[in-house]
């Protein structure tokens, strides 16, 4: 599955940016889509995940609340809509995916870059 992230920018603290995972290339009904970051100097860390078939979502504590996943199962997109943004929120947001069997993400796309100023 080739995976293309968009959407990244600069927001200002409190403010709000929508990220993109335009997904193809396989059958998605049977994939767990997830979003992770990477912040500099700091190991990459998992956002939060979406059950393509289920809509089922999860979400890390420093995000809950603020962090919606949500899918658009006709244009095969995934949405990471970021709310009451802080500035410890900035960082390479990558998006990925799995079999929903599997526990290792094996597909990832691109990074897009968020930055959130205080």
């Known amino acids: 599955v080739q995976l293309q992230a968009s959407g990244g920018g600069l927001v200002q603290a409190g403010g709000s940016l929508r990220l993109s995972c335009a997904a193809s290339?396989?059958?998605?009904?049977?994939?767990?889509m997830g979003w992770f970051r990477q912040a500099p100097g700091k190991e990459r860390e998992f956002v939060g995940g979406?059950?393509?078939?289920?809509?089922?979502?999860h979400y890390a504590d420093s995000v809950k609340g603020r962090f919606t996943i949500s899918r658009d199962n006709a244009k095969n997109t995934v949405y990471l809509h970021m709310t009451s943004l802080k500035p410890e929120d900035t960082a390479v947001y990558y998006c990925?995916?799995?079999?929903?069997?599997?526990?290792?993400?094996?597909?990832w796309g691109q990074g897009t870059q968020v930055t959130v100023s205080s």
């Open positions: 290339g396989r059958t998605f009904s049977r994939y767990t």
């Open positions: 979406i059950s393509w078939s289920t809509g089922t979502t």
């Open positions: 990925a995916a799995r079999d929903s069997q599997a526990v290792l993400y094996d597909s």
